[in-house]
């Protein structure tokens, strides 16, 4: 059985045939090459270097664990922050080397529920908001509300993409066509 990350659950709500295209006929992305990908990994150990023990007071953060491997029988990942606040809930806090630009991308936003769930999980305690860092935007702090729909739509992502490999289902391409000109699998996506 396969751990999903993030990454795959925004990948399907994206596309689902990205997890055909990945998992089941094994065709990779070579997400490696990706710049802003391998920018944020060296942002990502520079901020939590940088940010070992400051705690956000202004926003009830009373404690926080740094880079945190999680998982759970689906997914696994690595939260840069998961923040213990005043009201004792929890709350994923994750740096994007990106500039805010009063709009919230919807990948962002699934993986903060992603590590909503998994804090649930794994702490044992209620999460119902996140934080992005906006390190371009002079560390901009968005707070994010998340609702028990929001970690209900990624266990169900979860759930269909197990089932894509599991039995090897071809899925329905998006409906958002203009999402097919810069995939990765276009050249070989029956549309």
Not at 27 to 48: A, F, S, T
Not at 76 to 88: A, K, Q, T
Request: net charge positive; charged share 30%; proline share 3%.
């Amino acid at each position: 059985m396969i751990t999903l990350t993030p990454s795959h659950i925004i990948e399907y709500l994206y596309c689902p045939r990205f997890t055909y295209f990945e998992y089941v006929l094994a065709i990779p992305q070579y997400e490696e090459k990706n710049y802003k990908v391998m920018r944020g990994r060296e942002l990502h150990d520079r901020k939590l270097e940088e940010n070992k023990d400051y705690l956000r007071k202004r926003i009830g953060v009373k404690d926080k664990h740094l880079d945190q491997y999680l998982s759970n029988d689906f997914i696994r990942g690595r939260v840069d922050e998961v923040l213990h606040l005043n009201d004792d809930s929890l709350a994923p806090l994750d740096y994007k080397f990106a500039e805010f630009k009063d709009k919230i991308y919807e990948t962002y936003l699934t993986q903060l529920y992603c590590y909503a769930w998994l804090i649930e999980e794994n702490f044992e305690k209620e999460v119902n908001k996140g934080f992005l860092v906006y390190t371009r935007s002079k560390n901009k702090l968005v707070e994010v509300s998340i609702s028990a729909e929001h970690k209900q739509l990624v266990k169900k992502a979860a759930q269909e993409i197990e089932k894509i490999i599991g039995e090897n289902i071809f899925p329905k391409a998006t409906k958002y066509k203009k999402r097919c000109l810069n995939c990765t699998y276009r050249n070989i996506c029956i549309q």
